[in-house]
């Protein structure tokens, strides 16, 4: 069983800054995906960037360039740096993780934080 705590998340301007921290219950040296998600006042959730125990990350083409995902296994901690953000950014983002275990994927989801950002 995973643990996840998101923190971070705030009103900023357009333009502005925020990094978002998620902290596992768990060392996420053993977590094979670590992800932050959002979604938006009716909208469907989505995947906003993912990191790979291997060191690969991913970014929707939507934040690419201006979201960094990052881990810090001795911290037990995800975080996701978020510049020049934008209206559109504002939604509920969440701390997603992935473990594969037995032959099975584990799914495991934060309480998320909100992210507003006004124009």
């Known amino acids: 069983q995973v643990q996840l705590v998101e923190s971070g998340g705030d009103l900023v301007q357009a333009g502005g800054s925020l990094k978002l921290s998620c902290a596992s219950s768990?060392?996420?040296?053993?977590?094979?995906?670590m992800a932050w998600y959002r979604q938006a006042p009716g909208k469907q959730r989505e995947l906003v960037a993912s990191a790979i125990s291997g060191g690969t990350t991913n970014y929707a083409d939507s934040v690419k360039g201006r979201f960094t995902i990052s881990r810090d296994n001795a911290k037990n901690t995800v975080y996701l740096q978020m510049n020049s953000l934008k209206p559109e950014d504002t939604a509920v983002y969440y701390c997603?993780?992935?473990?594969?275990?037995?032959?099975?994927?584990?799914?495991?989801w934060g309480q998320g934080t909100q992210v507003t950002v006004s124009s």
């Open positions: 997603n993780a992935k473990t594969w275990r037995a032959g099975s994927w584990g799914d495991y």
């Open positions: 768990t060392t996420i040296f053993s977590i094979n995906v």
